[in-house]
């Protein structure tokens, strides 16, 4: 009886082992999301921290990279840190408060990728084409992102 007793024990810490590692890997996902440099700053976990739980339709799920929020399965992205790569002539629009410039590199098949101006750190939000209305997703975004530091302003083009 006492080896029963012992071996349903041992079985039940193998099962409650297997349990506990299978659970942390799904815990967290890249979501194919890649943080930015300086996304683990201050600034750039005050902005994840404030993004809705629902954005565009969608749930926010979380993502193991630091200053990345993510809604859906990469529906929609949010990246926050040390972005740069939209040249100072790019088109711009201002949505709540904030500038933003398209990133024509990563906008293409129906996904726009856009880019907070003049704002350090920078954000940038892409938007996938099963959103419906992409434009209301950038500009609930602007609500938070007008926190972050405003260096300048583009001149406005659109």
Known sequence: ?????????????????????????????SYNVSGAPGGDSAA???????APKKLGGYQRNDSD?????????????LRCGNISDVP??????????VDWVVNAKKTHNGVKTVLSYGRSP????????RIKD?????????????????????????
């Open 1 to 29: 009886m006492e080896m029963t007793s012992a071996r349903r024990l041992a079985q039940a810490g193998v099962i409650a082992v297997c349990a506990t590692a299978l659970a942390a890997c799904g815990s967290s996902r």
């Open 44 to 50: 750039c976990s005050g902005l994840v921290g404030k």
């Open 65 to 77: 990279q630091k200053g990345t929020a993510v809604w859906g399965d990469g529906d929609v992205v």
């Open 88 to 97: 100072e002539s790019a088109s711009c629009t201002s949505m709540d408060g």
């Open 122 to 129: 920078a954000a940038e939000v892409t938007v996938s084409e």
């Open 134 to 158: 992409q434009d209301a997703v950038i500009g609930k975004v602007s609500g938070i992102v007008s926190g972050l530091t405003k260096q300048k302003t583009c001149a406005k083009n659109s």
